[in-house]
Structures are given as structure tokens and as C-alpha cells.
């Protein structure tokens, strides 16, 4: 009895370890590359945990420059789906994925988004390339999104219907987002801002505010078309100097001291969770333009 007894015990402590057993991760699970981490969170909005998704870019990062680390291209041969979105990297890279991946299908989270320019020169001509940064709108984000939901659909057509009711709720949270933006910005009684990296023209064209923007084609002003910037900025009643996360700061602090200690600002236009960080900056420039 005793024996059965110690018997039936020792099963039940096998059972029970390999109910604890972690559960191997899902063979078929699609693989999702992005280029910035913003898109990453789109996808993840839109396909939850049906796919695996990585971003190239990271807060920090140059995309203008950026070049993929050895891991990254390693992800890279097992992904079905790429989602490029024009920045600049891209143009070098793009036909060095699909040749490491043949069988990588490209699409372009920006199809149907019409571009700004990179910034407005002084006297509101457009200047140099189109600006990237197109997630940094909500209502440009609202066509990423539903280009990504119909390339995840055909990529994945058993779960069609998951990503076409995920992309609706995501667009209903989009939709939160933009009122909350609009209220933080109800109180402004100025609209001009400075940024020395021009990464929030789609913003600002959204919000009806005016960027202006210190670097043009990712280069640093001249002391002349500096000391310009600096007399706009003045004749605009500029306290707030924004720069971007993980730049250096030399550039930022000089313009903050002769505009007589405007206080420097870091905003993080790569930043991952999207929704946060749009909130976020809404509330600078409120604090910023009141």
C-alpha cells in the first residue's frame, strides 16, 4: 500500500513539472521586420502576438545613417514581411535585405501618405528632400496602419479577421489620442516653435503650428543662417528649445543661451510607445507656446 501510495505521488509531482514546462514558442509564427520602432507598435497594435516583430531603428539611432547589426541581418533571413516607411537608410539597405532573403516581401507602410518637405526654408519655399517622419501625425498613421493590416491579412489570410478588428480598435485609440492632442494644445497663444532637428513638420501641420527648424538636410547651420534662426526666434518669443534624444547637445545649449536661457527640451521622435509619446509632446509644446 505503501508502495502504490509513494507510486501515485511520484506521478503527480511528474505531472505537475511538466505543466510548469514553458510552451515552446509557435513554429509557424510569421517574422515582421520595421524599419523605426514606432511601426513596430503599429504592428503589434494590429497583429498582437500572431507575429513576431523587430525594429531596425532604435531611440538614439540615426536612421539617416543607421546600418543593420550583424543580429539584425540574421532576423532578417527568416522574415516573410518588411515594413519600410522612406527613411533614409532604407534606400541603401532595401536591395541588400531582399538579396540576404529573396523571398522577403517589401511593402511600403507610407503607400498614399503625401509628403512634406524636409523643412521650410525662410521664406516658406520648400527645401531639400520629403520628411520622413510621417508617423508623427496621427491622421498619416491612420493609412500606415491600414496598409500594414492589409499586408498582414494577405500574408496571414487564416487570421484576416483578427487584424481587421484589431486595426479598428487601434483606430479608435488613434482617434483618443488626437483629441487629447487637440486639448493640451486648446490653451497655446503662440503656434511657432523651434526644433533643432526638423523631425515634427507632420505634427505641426496637423496641429496648425509652425516649425522652426535649426538643421537643414541633416546638416548644422552657418553662423550667418544661425544667427538668423536666432533673430526669428527672438522676434517669435521662443523660450523652448527642442532637440532630439540621444544628439548632441552642444548645438542645442548654444542657441538656449543667446536666446537668454531658453530651456532645452529632449523629444524623442523614435520613441517606441507611440501613443505615450505623442501625449507627451503635445504637453511640451503646450508648456511651451502658452
Known amino acids: 500500500m505503501k508502495k502504490l501510495t509513494l507510486a501515485l505521488l511520484l506521478v503527480i509531482l511528474l505531472l505537475s513539472a511538466c505543466a510548469n514546462v514553458p510552451a515552446t514558442p509557435q513554429a ?8 523605426v520602432q514606432p511601426q513596430a507598435y503599429f504592428v503589434q497594435k494590429i497583429a498582437g502576438d500572431l507575429v513576431e516583430v523587430q525594429a531596425m531603428v532604435g531611440t538614439g539611432d540615426d ?18 514581411l518588411y515594413f519600410s516607411i522612406g527613411v533614409e537608410f532604407e534606400a541603401a539597405w532595401l536591395p ?12 511600403d507602410s507610407a503607400e498614399g501618405v503625401v509628403r512634406l518637405p524636409a523643412a521650410p526654408s525662410e521664406n516658406g519655399e520648400e527645401a531639400g528632400e520629403p520628411d520622413p517622419h ?3 501625425s496621427p491622421s498619416r498613421v491612420k493609412q500606415i496602419s491600414a496598409n500594414m493590416a492589409a499586408a498582414l491579412a494577405e500574408l496571414d489570410p487564416d487570421n484576416a479577421p483578427i487584424y481587421e478588428q484589431n486595426l479598428a480598435t487601434w483606430l479608435q ?22 526644433s533643432v ?37 527672438r522676434a517669435h518669443q521662443v523660450t523652448y528649445v527642442f532637440t ?18 531658453a530651456q532645452i527640451v529632449e523629444l524623442d521622435p523614435l520613441a517606441q510607445n507611440w501613443s505615450e509619446n505623442m501625449r507627451y509632446v503635445a504637453a511640451q509644446l503646450a508648456a511651451a507656446l502658452k
Open 96 to 107: 541588400r535585405f531582399t538579396a540576404a532573403n529573396p523571398n522577403l516581401k517589401i511593402v
Open 63 to 80: 536612421p539617416h545613417t543607421y546600418e543593420p547589426t550583424t543580429e539584425q541581418m540574421r532576423s532578417l533571413t527568416n522574415a516573410q
Open 134 to 136: 510621417i508617423w508623427l
Open 197 to 233: 532637428h526638423p523631425s515634427w513638420g507632420y505634427f505641426a501641420d496637423e496641429y496648425g503650428l509652425q516649425m522652426l527648424a535649426v538643421e537643414q538636410e541633416g546638416q548644422e547651420p552657418g553662423p550667418d543662417d544661425l544667427a538668423k534662426i536666432i533673430e526669428q526666434a
Open 28 to 35: 509557424n509564427k510569421p517574422v515582421v521586420m520595421v524599419s
Open 173 to 194: 485609440e488613434i482617434d483618443q489620442v488626437d483629441a487629447d492632442i487637440r486639448s493640451a494644445l486648446s490653451g497655446i497663444s503662440r503656434n511657432v516653435f523651434l
Open 244 to 261: 532630439q534624444k540621444g544628439v548632441n547637445q552642444k548645438l542645442a545649449q548654444s542657441i538656449a543661451d543667446q536666446l537668454g536661457g
